[in-house]
């Protein structure tokens, strides 16, 4: 009953579709909700971390004693003072982002070349939901692709349309 103790919840969740994610700072959970999103996700993520309710990003201010700083483009989370910094995109162009943080979390596509980790909208829509921990040691980024591994079960990952010849089909005999 004591090992929910030393679980350490993840810092950041982004949901299958990218339009629910979440910031936690301290013992309180942040969302980013857009349209659209799964009422479902939520509940089942604020069950996991035993909370009744989540609180939403403000456009401007700082939450969790300066752990998250909001600003109408962005929302920057770094959890500890010796942990990677990780910046939700809201509006500011990546190529801002990618240069100081070592995570951009965008529901939108991130296109270009980018320094940082890019969790975005093609991001899941590749390897499904994600978890990001932002620890002192380094990021450590989980997604749904990975955690499932490479079973007949489990799907292959989606290819872009255009990307070259599809694979011949397998020849039984």
């Known amino acids: 009953m004591a090992s929910g103790a030393w679980q350490n919840p993840p810092d950041i ?10 910031l936690r700072a301290g013992e309180v959970t942040y969302l980013q909700r857009l349209a659209g999103a799964s009422g479902l996700a ?15 990003l403000p456009r401007e201010g700082s939450l969790a004693e300066g ?15 010796n942990a990677p910094a990780a910046v939700l995109l809201r509006g500011d162009p990546p190529q801002e982002a990618c240069a100081r943080v070592a995570l951009v979390v965008s529901a ?10 890019v969790v975005d909208r093609f991001a899941v829509w590749r390897n499904g939901p994600h978890a990001v921990w932002l620890e ?8 749904d692709r990975e955690a499932r ?14 990307t070259g010849a599809p694979e011949p089909p397998a020849v039984v005999q």
């Open 42 to 56: 939520r509940d089942t993520w604020l069950r996991l971390h035993g909370e009744a309710a989540a609180e939403t």
């Open 13 to 22: 969740l982004v949901s299958s579709d990218a339009r629910l994610i979440a």
């Open 108 to 117: 939108e596509p991130v296109r270009g070349r980018c320094s940082a980790k």
């Open 149 to 162: 591994g490479a079973r007949p079960w489990v799907p292959s990952a989606p290819q872009p349309r255009g």
């Open 136 to 143: 002192p040691a380094g990021l450590r980024v989980l997604n």
């Open 67 to 81: 752990a998250i700083l909001c600003r109408p483009g962005a929302c920057t989370l770094r959890p500890a003072l």
